[in-house]
T-cell receptor, first 116, second 112 residues
Framework: KAGVTQTPRYLIKTRGQQVTLSCSPISGHRSVSWYQQTPGQGLQFLFEYFSETQRNKGNFPGRFSGRQFSNSRSEMNVSTLELGDSALYLC???????????????FGPGTRLLVL | GQQVMQIPQYQHVQEGEDFTTYCNSSTTLSNIQWYKQRPGGHPVFLIQLVKSGEVKKQKRLTFQFGEAKKNSSLHITATQTTDVGTYFCAAIDGGATNKLIFGTGTLLAVQP
C-alpha cells in the first residue's frame, strides 16, 4: 500500500504570494491532518479534515485554510505569505481519526516552504 | 490548552551508551504516542501507550506510561548510530479528535 504523498516537496515563494499544498492520504484513510514544523515552534497542529469537513482547527490565522475532496485528498492554502511561514508542512492520514487507541497517524514526507 | 513538555532538548551520547527522554503533561492524558524523525525526514510512528503504568518494548527501546498518566519516557539501551534523530512524544488533545499535541522533541546524537 502506498504511503502518504505530498506535493510539491520543495517550494520557494516571496512575501505576499499565496501557495497551495497537496496531500494524498493512504488509500482508505479518510482523516487528513496538517501540521507546521519550524525550529522555533516545533510541530504544531493546523487543522484536520474528515469527509470533506474541517473537524478541528489549531491556533493559526485565517490566512491558513484547507479543504478535502471526496477522494480524501486534501489541500492547504496559505495566502499573503509572510517570512515566518517558512516551514516544513506535514500532512498525516488515519482511517477515521477518532483519536482512539488503535488509530495511528501516518505522516507524509512534507513540503518544505521557503518564503523570501 | 494542553501542553506537553519534553526533556532534554538535546542529548549527545557515545555509541553503546543508554539514552532516555521524558515527557510531562500538567493534565491527565488519554494516551501518548511516540514518534521518531530522522534528520531531513518526517515523523514516523513508534508506539502508543494507553494504560496507566503500561510498559512496552521494541527491541532496544522501552516505553513507559506513568501511573498517573501524566508522564511518559522512552529509554534506548546501548544506542547505535541508527538511533540518531529527534524523538517526539505526542498526546491526543482530549475528546474524539485526531489533534496531536507534540512535545518539543529530544534530538539524539550518537557518536561512533
Amino acid at each position: 500500500k502506498a504511503g502518504v504523498t505530498q506535493t510539491p516537496r520543495y517550494l520557494i515563494k516571496t512575501r505576499g504570494q499565496q501557495v497551495t499544498l497537496s496531500c494524498s492520504p493512504i488509500s482508505g484513510h479518510r482523516s487528513v491532518s496538517w501540521y507546521q514544523q519550524t525550529p522555533g515552534q516545533g510541530l504544531q497542529f493546523l487543522f484536520e479534515y474528515f469527509s470533506e469537513t474541517q473537524r478541528n482547527k489549531g491556533n493559526f490565522p485565517g490566512r491558513f485554510s484547507g479543504r478535502q475532496f471526496s477522494n480524501s485528498r486534501s489541500e492547504m492554502n496559505v495566502s499573503t505569505l509572510e517570512l515566518g511561514d517558512s516551514a516544513l508542512y506535514l500532512c498525516a492520514s488515519s482511517l477515521v481519526g477518532t483519536g482512539r487507541a488503535k488509530e495511528t497517524q501516518y505522516f507524509g514526507p512534507g513540503t518544505r516552504l521557503l518564503v523570501l | 490548552g494542553q501542553q506537553v513538555m519534553q526533556i532534554p532538548q538535546y542529548q549527545h551520547v557515545q555509541e553503546g551508551e543508554d539514552f532516555t527522554t521524558y515527557c510531562n503533561s500538567s493534565t491527565t492524558l488519554s494516551n501518548i504516542q511516540w514518534y521518531k524523525q530522522r534528520p531531513g525526514g518526517h515523523p514516523v510512528f513508534l508506539i502508543q501507550l494507553v494504560k496507566s503504568g503500561e510498559v512496552k518494548k521494541q527491541k532496544r527501546l522501552t516505553f513507559q506510561f506513568g501511573e498517573a498518566k501524566k508522564n511518559s519516557s522512552l529509554h534506548i539501551t546501548a544506542t547505535q548510530t541508527t538511533d540518531v534523530g529527534t524523538y517526539f512524544c505526542a498526546a491526543i488533545d482530549g475528546g474524539a479528535t485526531n489533534k496531536l499535541i507534540f512535545g518539543t522533541g529530544t534530538l539524539l546524537a550518537v557518536q561512533p
